[in-house]
């Protein structure tokens, strides 16, 4: 593909704005000290939002341009320079660019609104602004470069701030181990993204996208190579959004402040790895094995989340799962080729908006009672807390794909696009539409129907404005933005130079989205025998295997545990039994046999004169004889 | 010959004596012995300089000074029998033994030339004959010798001066130290003093008749019979002794008056 | 002519063992003379065997050399017998192991 790219003219040229306001933020709020507690919060928030204001007129700016000629490069600086390699760092101004920094910059900043109000009482509030703002420009930087080197800073940087920010509270141990996971799976990720960058500069010569893809088609290139280059960019995707294999963390993840599993763990993060594989489709396009394995590791996690869904208790882990699984839905759609991206793009931004505003409904929800997490000592809360409920009503509507909720019309899309692809895709995927209305409607109904669990002393009460206005507005977006994305393809005609997207019918009402929705009712309704109708016991029940099997995780992390974590220890322990006794014996040996015989050789000094002299003259003995032996 | 064959012998036979006497007098004396015949073999050689400097320098002068310091270090400095590091003796045998014998085994070996003979060389007298070459071709080396000489009198003036550390004591103090010192503080009473006879072994006797233990050598106060000696004391009183005495003065008198 | 060099390389022999068995300082410098006289016999010796009188005049700067060692050595074994009240070569062993 030849991409022509046309330099960024107007406000556009100053693209680079975007990232710096909120580094600019981070940067002031981290140096600043304590002497910026006072309203270090309202200048991040004020920050993050000026970069959303920045991105919309940027886009409005887009516009005006004609479909093609869209996509603008911000030449910024030559990163890299030696004699074969090259990297000149620029930004990417296109319609997939743009989709997500609008998206970043608006959940963001609504979370940074809401993060006023949930870290009020926090002494470090100030520091999670200042990584809040971190993220958000490390995000921005991802999608916005225009080489993979460049997405790979953003990648890192994303990383970091979510360490950060899982390990807030990192007086508890368990939120300092879930932060050390979440960083050390994701270098599993990384390294699989850091070689293909190597593969590509070995093949290509460059990490440019327009590069890249430009020599993408030459006959040159083997398909295996560009199958080894999507392998290792679909790890590096499975890292960071969290799918099969590298799933683990994400669970974990939800120890950091709700806020942080809103924007982080749930709407921007964790879909990078979608981005990437979005970005990367010409590669993806050149290998079908490569497509193929992504479709299926979306497929497998999709259903993986939602089984992890089922089982949990805890109302943040529940929704975990719940992301896990949706980010399969968008993997499985991304790997369907073009026909997927747009689909698994727009199921990504509506996910942005229900899933935060889940999140975030949690956490109104656990600032009502406590921090307590537990779905089981919850019930009843939908009158006291009613704007809590509603929003996270729409959420749930979303999610589980009823008309005519966001969820609705991008779900719909991805299920169709996979059952036209491949049948056993398909399948999955509906199954896991079903499951997914399942254990959507068991969290509702265990934390806002049947009757009060909580303790006596807890008083549920609505949360202040500053928390429930960015609810309403999330609320707003998860009803109405599915229609107003996938309605009359306008996403899609927005979207189609970048994904290249034939342009197919669209029906509203399909045989499959009618036995979709049968199948999602029929979730529901064994979701009310199970939770609604019957009181909900206050300690888990025993449950069958396949109940253990899902509060286990799917048995990942023992898995993980026997396969690398023994392994690696036994290796690592091998290896200091060899530097002990292999290196450290070598030369302590050697030292000691020096030491020994020096220690031996030194009695020869006596110190007595005579001895010393009996030497020299049994020495002038000897040369007296060499020299006789030689003369005669 | 005859005489190169006898002096071989002494001179051989001393140096033996020498390493083996323990005393460090006697090695002194046969080291003379050695110097001598080795001087008289000088003197058979052609070398009449070497041979009176020999007897004068080394027998007179260097010898000498070994046994004044022989002297100041103790003359009765015997060497012990017992050999102190392990297998010394044997080894310094054998290397002594076998250094010899390789030294023989090559002179033996060696083909000489017949004598050439100092006549000729002597011509002028030996020591006009040496001091041509001492002070024309070996003239740089002599000066070198000079300045060693002179380093060397330095050396053993620095090596043996002592160098005081504390002010000499005046008199006062001396006399102050002696009283503190809790000795007799003077001189001690000579033997004999008031005695009958003033041999060495008569012990004074103090003005009141009793006797000064300290006026004897203490080696002689040690066998213990002082007192015995003064056998005429030993009287029922003081003055039953002084009368005898008196009467003992007056009998010598009468004697002498006859 | 080589009976002066054989009784000279005896006498040295002699004076290299009463070196290496004397624990008097002073008797040990008593050999290494015995040593130099040896050396000297053998020089004059060489001296009659060539014809000229070089050997001669070394061994009259060997007699020189001697009497410069003799008087600085005596010095430092008395000043060695002044601090330790010992002449032995086997008391001065301090510089060891």
């Not at chain 1, 005006?64 to 760092?89: C, N």
């Not at chain 3, 003379?33 to 070089?54: I, P, Q, R, Y």
Request: net charge neutral.
């Amino acid at each position: 593909m030849e991409t022509h790219l046309v330099a960024a003219t107007g406000l556009q040229a100053y693209a680079w704005l975007l990232i710096a306001l909120p580094l600019a933020g981070a940067a002031i709020l981290l140096l600043g000290g304590r002497a910026t507690d006072k309203w270090g919060h309202y200048l991040a928030t004020a920050l993050s939002g000026g970069a959303f204001v920045l991105g919309f007129l940027m886009f409005w700016q887009m516009l005006g341009y004609p479909g093609e000629e869209r996509a603008r490069s911000v030449h910024l600086y030559q990163f890299i320079k030696t004699g074969s390699v090259d990297v000149d760092m620029g930004l990417l101004l296109d319609q997939l660019s743009i989709s997500f920094v609008l998206l970043i910059t608006f959940v963001g900043t609504l979370i940074h609104v809401y993060s006023i109000g949930y870290m009020a009482e926090d002494a470090n509030r100030r520091k999670f602004f200042a990584y809040l703002n971190l993220f958000v420009a490390s995000m921005l930087l991802l999608v916005l470069a225009d080489n993979y080197l460049g997405l790979f800073v953003g990648w890192e940087g994303v990383g970091l701030a979510s360490y950060l920010l899982i390990g807030f509270w990192q007086h508890k141990p368990t939120a300092a181990v879930a932060a050390k996971k979440a960083f050390v799976v994701n270098r599993v990720g990384d390294m699989g993204l850091a070689i293909a960058m190597m593969l590509m500069f070995a093949t290509f010569g460059t990490v440019s996208y327009t590069g890249v893809f430009g020599l993408v088609e030459n006959p040159a290139v083997s398909e295996g190579v560009m199958t080894a280059l999507g392998l290792l960019l679909l790890l590096g995707a499975c890292g960071k959004s969290a799918q099969l294999p590298l799933q683990s963390w994400l669970l974990d993840a939800m120890e950091g402040p709700t806020p942080v599993s809103a924007l982080i763990h749930a709407a921007t993060m964790v879909t990078a790895g979608v981005y990437l594989i979005v970005r990367s489709g010409v590669i993806f396009e050149a290998s079908p094995t490569a497509q193929l394995v992504v479709a299926i590791v979306g497929a497998v996690t999709l259903l993986a989340g939602a089984i992890i869904g089922c089982a949990k208790d805890d109302i943040k882990k529940a929704l975990a799962g719940s992301t896990m699984s949706q980010i399969g839905y968008m993997v499985l759609a991304a790997g369907l080729g073009p026909v997927g991206y747009v689909v698994a793009i727009g199921h990504l931004i509506t996910h942005g908006f229900f899933k935060a505003g889940m999140f975030l409904g949690a956490g109104s929800v656990m600032h009502a009672t406590e921090d307590d997490v537990n779905m089981r000592r919850y019930g009843a809360l939908r009158k006291l807390l009613p704007i809590t409920f509603g929003t996270f009503f729409l959420g749930y509507l979303a999610i589980i794909g009823v008309p005519p909720f966001a969820g609705f019309f991008t779900k719909e899309g991805i299920i169709e696009a996979a059952w036209d692809q491949n049948v056993v895709l398909g399948v999955c995927a509906i199954a896991g539409a079903a499951i997914t209305a399942f254990y959507m409607s068991r969290l509702m109904f265990m934390t806002f129907f049947g009757e009060k669990r909580w303790d006596p002393d807890v008083h549920p009460h609505e949360s202040p404005a500053v928390m429930t206005v960015p609810l309403v507005i999330l609320a707003v977006g998860s009803a109405g933005m599915g229609a107003f994305l996938m309605l009359g393809g306008r996403f899609e005609s927005f979207l189609e130079p970048v994904t290249r997207t034939p342009h197919a019918e669209h029906h509203l009402i399909t045989l499959n989205g009618v036995v979709t929705l049968v199948l999602v009712a029929v979730g529901v309704a064994i979701a009310w025998v199970k939770y609604g109708a019957r009181p909900v016991p206050q300690t888990a029940p025993q449950g069958s295997a396949l109940t253990t099997f899902a509060r286990k995780d799917l048995y990942g992390d023992a898995l993980n545990e026997s396969l690398f974590m023994r392994p690696g220890q036994w290796l690592t322990r091998l290896a200091v039994f060899f530097d002990n006794r292999g290196v450290d014996g070598l030369v302590n040996g050697l030292a000691a046999l020096i030491g020994g015989t020096s220690g031996r050789v030194r009695r020869l000094q006596t110190g007595y004169v005579r001895s010393y002299a009996l030497s020299m003259f049994l020495g002038a003995g000897l040369l007296v004889a060499a020299l006789l032996v030689v003369r005669i | 010959m005859v005489a190169f064959w006898i002096l071989a012998v002494v001179s051989v036979a001393a140096a033996l004596g020498m390493i083996f006497q323990r005393k460090a007098v006697y090695s002194a004396l046969l080291l003379a012995v050695v110097m001598l015949s080795l001087a008289a073999l000088y003197a058979v050689q052609d070398a009449p300089f070497l041979a009176l400097v020999q007897v004068i320098v080394y027998t007179g002068a260097v010898l000498m000074l070994f046994l004044f310091v022989l002297m100041l270090v103790g003359v009765a400095t015997v060497d012990s029998l017992v050999e102190t590091l392990s297998g010394q003796r044997i080894w310094a045998a054998v290397a002594g033994l076998g250094f010899a014998g390789l030294l023989v085994f090559g002179i033996g070996n060696a083909v000489f030339a017949a004598d050439a003979g100092l006549a000729a060389a002597n011509g002028e007298g030996n020591v006009m004959g040496l001091a041509r070459l001492i002070f024309n071709k070996y003239v740089f080396a002599f000066e070198v010798t000079s300045a060693l000489l002179i380093t060397a009198a330095l050396g053993a003036m620095v090596l043996a001066h002592k160098e005081r550390v504390s002010p000499k004591a005046n008199q006062r103090q001396l006399s102050e130290q002696r009283f503190k010192s809790g000795e007799h503080p003077g001189n001690l009473p000579s033997s004999g003093t008031y005695a009958r006879h003033n041999a060495v072994d008569m012990p004074a006797l103090l003005p009141d008749g009793s006797v000064a233990e300290r006026s004897l050598n203490p080696v002689l106060t040690a066998r213990g019979d002082t007192v015995d000696r003064h056998a005429d004391l030993a009287g029922e009183s003081q003055t039953e002794a002084i009368a005898g005495d008196v009467e003992a003065v007056e009998k010598t008198v009468e004697e002498a008056q006859k | 002519m080589s009976h002066y060099l054989i009784l000279s390389a005896l006498l040295f022999s002699i004076g290299a063992v009463g070196v290496l068995i004397r624990r008097n300082a002073i008797v040990v410098f008593m050999c290494v003379e015995l040593m130099l006289n040896a050396t000297n016999l053998a020089f004059v010796s060489f001296s009659k065997m060539h014809g000229n009188l070089d050997g001669q005049v070394i061994a009259f700067f060997v007699m020189v050399v001697a009497a410069a060692e003799v008087v600085v050595g005596l010095a430092i074994i008395m000043t060695i017998f002044r601090s330790r009240r010992s002449s032995s070569v086997d008391d001065a062993s301090l510089l060891k192991y």
